[in-house]
């Protein structure tokens, strides 16, 4: 199993660009996250789905789209990339949403810069 | 209220030394309280983890104490060596979301 994969590891946008965060997960999850960190913040929830089909926004979602059309990927979309969105971005995912063994396995993280 | 505040935000310990992260919440809706560890590039990984029914959890050097009455819970490291110098989060569940503290950058010196 290779876990959850994030692609790319790095990127710079320039203001204005858009580009899609790929994640894809190979442990059949149904609970999909992504979160971004930023220095001294912590995990940011940005959206999260529920299963293929399901999103929701999470804390900080806007600037962000996402989908979910099948069990394996959660796409993270940036339209108009603005500096306030640079940060290390994290996937994750979790067989459910509820209980102690719900651990969330995350991604390698994609670091993203908007200059 | 969702928050999860963390403290210290670093530490330094010396080897073979106790480190102690504290976290304290507000929503008492929470009821799963994870521990996670990241180094440097690297994307967290769970640590350890407690539910509110219980007082501590020890995993080998690593022990949650948790005070449902003071809605607080700790983190201690027992022996602490070199390579358990990473960040920590803690993070407090509920209604299938994670929320993460701040974030503690332990270091352990040789």
């Known amino acids: 199993n290779a876990g959850v994969t994030q692609t790319p590891k790095f990127r710079i946008l320039k203001i204005g660009q858009s580009m899609t965060l790929q994640c894809t997960q190979d442990?059949?999850?149904?609970?999909m996250y992504w979160y971004r960190q930023d220095p001294g913040m912590g995990l940011k929830l940005i959206y999260y789905s529920v299963g293929a089909g399901i999103t929701d926004k999470g804390e900080v979602p806007n600037g962000y789209n996402v989908s979910r059309s099948t069990t394996e990927d959660f796409p993270l979309r940036l339209e108009l990339a603005a500096p306030s969105q640079t940060s290390v971005y994290f996937c994750?995912?979790?067989?459910?949403?509820?209980?102690?063994?719900?651990?969330?396995?995350f991604g390698p993280g994609t670091r993203l810069t908007v200059l | 209220q969702q928050q999860v505040k963390q403290s210290p935000q670093s530490l330094i310990v010396q080897k073979g030394g106790i480190s102690i992260i504290n976290c304290a919440y507000e929503n008492t809706a929470f009821d799963y309280f994870p521990w996670y560890q990241q180094f440097p590039g690297k994307g967290p990984a769970l640590l350890i983890a407690?539910?509110?029914?219980?007082s501590e959890k020890k995993e080998g050097r690593f022990t949650i104490s948790f005070n449902k009455s003071a809605k607080q819970f700790s983190l201690h490291i027992m022996d602490s060596q070199p390579g358990d110098s990473a960040t920590y989060f803690c993070a407090a569940q509920g209604a299938q979301k994670l929320v993460f503290g701040q974030g503690t950058r332990l270091t352990i010196n040789p």
């Open positions: 442990m059949n999850h149904n609970y």
């Open positions: 407690i539910r509110p029914d219980v």
């Open positions: 994750a995912s979790s067989y459910s949403g509820v209980g102690a063994t719900d651990t969330q396995y």
